[in-house]
């Protein structure tokens, strides 16, 4: 009796999992914003046909629909097989996952309506309504600190630093007032460069506010954005116009060489697959080389290219992420995997940003960002190691 009930509840949860990957993967494609609804739509009609369909045949099995010995029985198994197996075991490596070495992080996360109780942050546009809902981490933001390790990095690179903004999603669900706030408190985070990793505009009535917001987030030697997929379902022309009015240097399929001291930097960026895409046969020679993309999903296709930093955003966290489960909906190929955080393929590492905006503005487990980076020569972990060895040796005596 519990290994047929056990043998549903895994083809259920499978069943669920394989049309998610459906979602996710399409979502992460290319298309544009209606053959994307037109997929969802299908695989909601498919999520909830399929168990009719098979409670139909297990009701009128007389009538020989034919389903036990069909292609719905090869996709039965597979549900059990994907929710038993592929679905715990995916998550399991996931929650095992380590940061790659040669990373430090820190953070503190504060709560905007407790800090400034005298701002409205809801506007009056779709999706206001989510942001005051009970659980809702639309309205916390996280600051977060990093270091990470370079391997040649040299001295006139040491202590660089970069402040990643990304996915503000400009629309009037949000009140003007709480990006003015978000400026406010990026502005404050100083640093060397200030890189924008795309989805900016969710409403084009809300360009006007991209000049206000960025002319007030500046790095102190340069600010470098590309756009993202939702910018091109909008006025990405425009959009375009007032990040270069407001200092950005649109980088988006092309290279920048920087020179810092007598070292220099290679800075690119790409939208792939909805913008421009980088060649890396171009890339020009350069002590580092960092990449800017708004998906994460460019990494297998760079990784161990000579990209020793990429920075992405698109995913959000997933928005809502479930205890030890994490997140489900997240528009990658590669679903789960580039979620958020640090990942490291070959020689190339990433940092994916949980963004801060969304077109539908609620977040559980999941809050806003803005994360700071700092360049640190891979030698200093030794250095450090060494130090700490020294000091228990001190106690110890």
């Known amino acids: 009796m519990i290994l047929p009930i056990l043998t549903l509840i895994a083809a259920i949860c499978g069943h669920v999992y394989l049309v ?3 979602i996710n993967y399409v979502h992460a494609t290319g298309l544009r914003e209606r053959s994307l609804k037109a997929l969802f739509g299908f695989a909601l009609a498919f999520l909830a046909g399929v168990p009719i369909i098979y409670l139909i045949e297990h009701l009128y099995s007389p009538l020989g629909v034919g389903i036990r010995s069909g292609p719905l029985a090869v996709y039965a198994a597979c ?3 994907a929710g038993g197996l592929l679905t715990p075991g995916v998550t399991l490596i996931r929650g095992l996952r380590k940061p790659p070495t040669g990373t430090s992080q820190s953070s503190r996360t504060i709560d905007l309506r407790n800090e400034h109780p005298e701002r409205r942050f809801h506007g009056e546009g779709f999706g206001a309504r989510l942001i005051g809902l009970r659980g809702n981490d639309t309205l916390k933001l996280r600051l977060v600190e990093s270091s990470i390790e370079i391997p040649g990095l040299p001295a006139d690179l040491s202590g660089l630093t970069l402040l990643q903004i990304s996915d ?3 629309s009037t669900a949000y009140d003007r007032s709480y990006f003015e706030l978000i400026a406010e408190i990026a502005a404050r985070r100083t ?3 200030v890189l924008f990793t795309g989805d900016l505009i969710d409403d084009e009535r809300c360009i006007e506010w ?3 917001f960025f002319s007030r987030v500046q790095g102190l030697a340069g600010s470098y954005c590309i756009l993202g997929n939702h910018d091109y379902e909008k006025n990405p022309e425009a959009i375009r116009g007032e990040l270069a009015r407001s200092g950005f240097d649109d980088v988006e399929g092309s290279w920048r060489t920087i020179e810092i001291g007598s070292a220099t930097l290679a800075l690119g960026g790409t939208c792939e697959p909805w913008g421009r ?10 002590h580092i080389t960092i990449l800017l993309s708004h998906s994460p999903d460019v990494l297998p296709k760079v990784a161990g290219s000579g990209i020793d930093f990429m920075l992405a955003g698109h995913n959000h966290g997933g928005q809502i992420r479930f205890p030890a489960i994490g997140p489900v909906l997240m528009p990658s190929r590669y679903s789960r995997r580039f979620d958020r955080g640090f990942f490291r393929q070959k020689s190339t ?3 994916v940003s949980e963004g801060i905006g969304g077109r539908h503005p609620y977040r559980v487990g999941c809050v806003p960002e803005i994360a700071r980076f700092t360049l640190v020569p891979e ?3 030794t250095r450090r190691a060494t130090s700490r060895d020294d000091a228990a040796t001190l106690v110890r005596a």
């Open 379 to 381: 030698a200093s972990r």
């Open 168 to 170: 503000l999603h400009f």
């Open 349 to 351: 590492l990433l940092y």
């Open 191 to 193: 640093a060397d460069y």
């Open 210 to 212: 991209i000049e206000p």
């Open 20 to 22: 998610v990957l459906f």
């Open 79 to 81: 549900c059990v097989l």
């Open 277 to 286: 895409k980088i060649d890396l046969s171009s890339k020009p020679k350069s």
